[in-house]
């Protein structure tokens, strides 16, 4: 039938698969369990080996490659050295890790992830301690686990070799030619549809996800659903191999990529005016034709965009459009380019960010007293430093479709990034924000919470609705009603910077 090799996550061993694992051999399968090699001095290469082994003692031809989180990476290392003898690679609530990629950066819990890059502060035994029985929310979600089962998990958690999270996974590429399947545990936030959205954006690194060899499978539970759903795992296991799953459908050849379609406001039949542009660092400011100093308006991207885009943000034609629309009325537009590329680099941004409005404020062309931030989609999270304390030359606070807390799976968001906390501290500044009415319900619950806390505290917050928008209204949406809030939320914001 099927020989399947299952590799566990951090902290677990084979004795996670045993309900899993029943079920499979149940069906005639043959069953590996991995238990991946522990002590200070293991590393990733370690467990490739370990998993090598297991491939290598399957007496069925027929092999499928299971990996949970950080068992993705082994699985990889072993399959690019024996994709011959695999049929398929299952990602279980994993990551999507290349060559060169340490496991380190995709660990959802900020405070391991801290000690584990900061070579000073690496445990003196090589090992990283498995959680304690009221910590594993920080490795991922515990939807689904009985009291029992959060038991079974601390009390037969082993700790985890440093090495096998800071050493880079190195493929040679035969692993492409291997189908793959992901099972999506949904609690953590990642869904098919969501997947579908990545790849409707055109970016080219998720192109691979609509290959007709991939499949996917949504499984309404938490992180660990061996434990919480294994009869249901079981079978999506053995669907798996069987090449069954949804598939994602490319999108078409001749649409252009959702980040490459241009301004709402900028149309072939009003064209937004060209204005003077310059560029230096991670700055570029649009300036008006009227002398300054002037207000100015900093347009500051969302993300986590992928390290590799390109064109990168500042160069999108919705970036660009703001930058200009805000010169055609009179104030300097600048935008930045931050480097949010993965959910940990929150903290990078916001000093990058910060650096650009400092530059900005020194422009011989703006007035630097007179500053408003404007931000989007997930680069909502950066308004936080802003909120908590507002200085006095930032005049207003701008938000379109903005994510305002983490979002189900974004464990690795540093604890520093809560603007629904944070607003507590913005006084009378003012708030623009722009909702779209058909947002995602995720996104959509973030700013319902920021909306009650700003009304609990006080804050001077406008609220501009777009019922018939979607999340990204400005690219998705080009109709009157965008059009419309846009100019209203530009509007507002100008108001207080002139006021």
């Given at each position: 039938m099927t020989a399947f090799v299952l590799v566990p996550g951090h902290f677990t061993g084979g004795w996670i698969w045993r309900e899993v694992s029943a079920r499979l051999r149940a069906a005639g399968a043959e069953v590996h369990e991995a238990t991946l090699a522990g002590g200070g001095g293991a590393g990733l290469e370690a467990h490739v080996e370990d998993v090598l082994r297991l491939i290598d003692a399957a007496a069925d031809p027929e092999v499928v490659l299971v990996g949970h989180e950080y068992g993705i990476h082994p699985v990889l290392g072993a399959a690019d050295r024996r994709a011959d003898r695999l049929t398929r690679i299952v990602y279980l609530d994993a990551g999507l890790p290349v060559d060169g990629d340490r496991a380190v950066q995709l660990v959802p819990d900020q405070l391991a992830r801290e000690v584990l890059t900061d070579p000073a502060r690496r445990p003196a035994d090589g090992l990283l301690p498995a959680p304690g029985r009221g910590e594993w929310h920080r490795w991922g979600?515990?939807?689904?686990?009985?009291?029992?089962?959060?038991?079974?998990?601390?009390?037969?958690?082993?700790?985890?070799?440093?090495?096998?999270?800071?050493?880079?996974?190195?493929l040679s590429g035969a692993v492409a030619s291997v189908p793959t399947t992901g099972i999506l545990c949904t609690s953590g936030g990642v869904t098919i549809a969501s997947v579908e959205a990545m790849v409707r954006t055109g970016m080219p690194q998720f192109r691979f996800l609509a290959d007709p060899r991939v499949g996917f499978f949504d499984?309404?539970?938490?992180?660990?659903?061996?434990?919480?759903?294994?009869?249901?795992?079981?079978?999506?296991?053995?669907?798996?191999?069987?090449?069954?799953?949804?598939?994602?459908?490319?999108?078409?050849?001749?649409?252009?990529?959702?980040?490459?379609?241009?301004?709402?406001?900028?149309?072939?039949?009003?064209?937004?005016?060209?204005?003077?542009?310059?560029?230096?660092?991670?700055?570029?400011?649009?300036?008006?034709?009227?002398?300054?100093?002037?207000?100015?308006?900093?347009?500051?991207?969302?993300?986590?965009?992928?390290?590799?885009?390109?064109?990168?943000?500042?160069?999108?034609?919705?970036?660009?459009?703001?930058?200009?629309?805000?010169?055609?009325?009179?104030?300097?537009?600048?935008?930045?380019?931050?480097?949010?590329?993965?959910?940990?680099?929150?903290?990078?941004?916001?000093?990058?960010?910060?650096?650009?409005?400092?530059?900005?404020?020194?422009?011989?062309?703006?007035?630097?007293?007179?500053?408003?931030?404007?931000?989007?989609?997930?680069?909502?999270?950066?308004?936080?430093?802003?909120?908590?304390?507002?200085?006095?030359?930032?005049?207003?606070?701008?938000?379109?479709?903005?994510?305002?807390?983490?979002?189900?799976?974004?464990?690795?968001?540093?604890?520093?990034?809560?603007?629904?906390?944070?607003?507590?501290?913005?006084?009378?500044?003012?708030?623009?924000?722009?909702?779209?009415?058909?947002?995602?319900?995720?996104?959509?619950?973030?700013?319902?919470?920021?909306?009650?806390?700003?009304?609990?505290?006080?804050?001077?917050?406008?609220?501009?609705?777009?019922?018939?928008?979607?999340h990204g209204f400005e690219l998705a949406d080009h109709t009157d009603e965008v059009r419309d809030a846009v100019a209203r939320a530009a509007a507002s914001v100008l108001r207080h910077l002139r006021a």
């Open positions: 979600s515990t939807d689904g686990l009985t009291a029992e089962a959060l038991d079974r998990l601390t009390g037969l958690a082993t700790a985890q070799p440093v090495a096998s999270l800071t050493e880079p996974l190195r499984l309404d539970t938490g992180h660990w659903p061996m434990l919480s759903r294994p009869e249901e795992l079981a079978d999506l296991l053995l669907r798996a191999a069987a090449g069954e799953g949804h598939r994602i459908a490319p999108p078409p050849a001749a649409e252009a990529p959702v980040f490459s379609r241009p301004h709402v406001l900028d149309t072939p039949e009003h064209p937004l005016p060209d204005c003077a542009h310059e560029r230096a660092g991670n700055l570029d400011v649009y300036l008006p034709e009227a002398e300054g100093p002037l207000p100015a308006v900093l347009f500051v991207h969302g993300g986590p965009v992928p390290a590799g885009t390109r064109p990168t943000p500042r160069d999108w034609p919705v970036y660009v459009g703001y930058g200009r629309y805000a010169a055609s009325l009179g104030v300097v537009g600048a935008t930045v380019e931050h480097g949010l590329d993965e959910l940990y680099g929150y903290p990078r941004a916001a000093d990058e960010i910060a650096a650009a409005v400092e530059a900005l404020r020194a422009h011989p062309r703006v007035d630097g007293d007179r500053i408003a931030l404007w931000f989007f989609s997930g680069g909502g999270l950066l308004t936080t430093d802003w909120l908590a304390e507002p200085p006095s030359w930032l005049r207003c606070l701008a938000a379109n479709y903005p994510v305002l807390a983490p979002l189900p799976g974004w464990e690795a968001v540093d604890r520093r990034f809560r603007p629904a906390e944070a607003v507590a501290g913005a006084g009378r500044l003012p708030i623009v924000l722009t909702r779209a009415g058909l947002e995602a319900d995720a996104i959509a619950a973030t700013v319902a919470g920021f909306v009650a806390a700003a009304g609990e505290h006080g804050a001077a917050l406008e609220v501009i609705d777009v019922p018939n928008g979607h």
